[in-house]
């Protein structure tokens, strides 16, 4: 709170608006009352790779595509994507599946072009404080997924969203992806189910969770995509890949896609149980699964 009492971020705050954002793309609503999963590869790393993932993961019900063309590393000797032709591949993609993509943004100079080809503009963890970059993303009026950086307070996240609505563009949807833990033994990040309920309750944006980068680990990534949707997660993001163990990047937190199928069933129990379905899927494909 402000020494008058109000909250800092003005906008962000579930006091500013009397109903829940939901950000709609492409007919896919984010914050409604569906919940939604976006899924594929954490990279683009050629068209065979990627086509195979996305034919898959539309199979199995996801709604959105994702896929990194500029990916940040590290080390600056990983793999760091295909840059424009990796955005072109993704955008034909998801022409290809009826998918809206999403992809993340690197810097400034890369924004105009990412968003000639994105429906969906992606702030990660390593920029959620770059300010200039928030209101650089803001100004294109496409949706933008801001995550949480990896040692941010839920106040600093929700400051960090309100650079984006103070631009003007309200469709600004709220990534809880894992934050710095000491025990690396056995997970890489810890998956914040705090973060998820305190920002829902925080704030009138959607909130969904990444169990992927969440975790570290495929074998955590179900079970704490179930507990996020449990929590109220408005929906998940995962990474799939064809052959994890030759993903160019993150291929240990990686489904393949009979696993990422066997998610979507465990999924619609779960969305069942708490009363919540799945969001319908987006319209027709034009090649068949």
């Known amino acids: 709170m402000t020494s008058n009492g109000t909250k800092p971020y003005r906008l962000a ?34 068209e065979a790779q990627l086509f195979e993932t996305a034919r898959a993961v539309r199979a199995a019900g996801a709604h959105i595509l994702r896929g990194g063309a500029f ?68 100004e294109t009026g496409r949706p933008v997924l801001l995550k949480r950086g990896m040692a941010a307070r839920v106040r600093e996240w929700l400051l960090a969203a309100e650079y984006i609505l103070a631009r003007g563009n309200e469709q600004v949807i709220l990534c809880e992806r894992g934050i710095r833990t000491f025990d690396d033994e056995y997970y890489r990040n810890l998956l914040d189910i705090n973060a998820i309920i305190t920002a829902r309750a925080e704030s009138h944006l959607p909130v969904i969770a990444d169990p992927s980068h969440g975790t ?20 998940l993001m995962v990474e799939v890949h064809p052959n994890p163990a030759q993903a160019l990047s993150d291929g240990f937190q990686s489904l393949t896609p009979a696993e ?30």
Not at 39 to 45: H, I, K, L
């Open 13 to 46: 705050a579930r006091e500013a608006r009397p109903h829940r954002t939901v950000v709609e793309v492409k007919g896919v609503r984010i914050g409604g009352p569906g919940l939604v999963v976006i899924a594929g590869p954490c990279s683009v790393e050629s």
């Open 71 to 138: 990916k940040p590393r590290t080390s600056p000797y990983d793999f760091r994507g295909l840059g424009p032709a990796g955005l072109e591949l993704l955008a034909e993609a998801g022409r290809l599946t009826g998918m809206p993509v999403i992809t993340e943004v690197l810097s400034e100079k890369h924004v105009d072009l990412v968003a000639r080809y994105a429906d969906i503009l992606q702030v990660g963890c390593r920029n959620m404080a770059n300010y200039a970059l928030l209101e650089a993303v803001a």
């Open 216 to 235: 570290g680990r495929a074998r955590l990534v179900t079970p704490a995509a179930l507990a996020a949707v449990v929590a109220g997660a408005d929906g």
């Open 260 to 289: 990422f199928a066997s998610l979507m069933t465990e999924l619609r129990t779960v969305c069942d149980a708490v009363g919540r379905p799945l969001e319908p899927e987006p319209g027709a494909r034009v090649w068949g699964t």
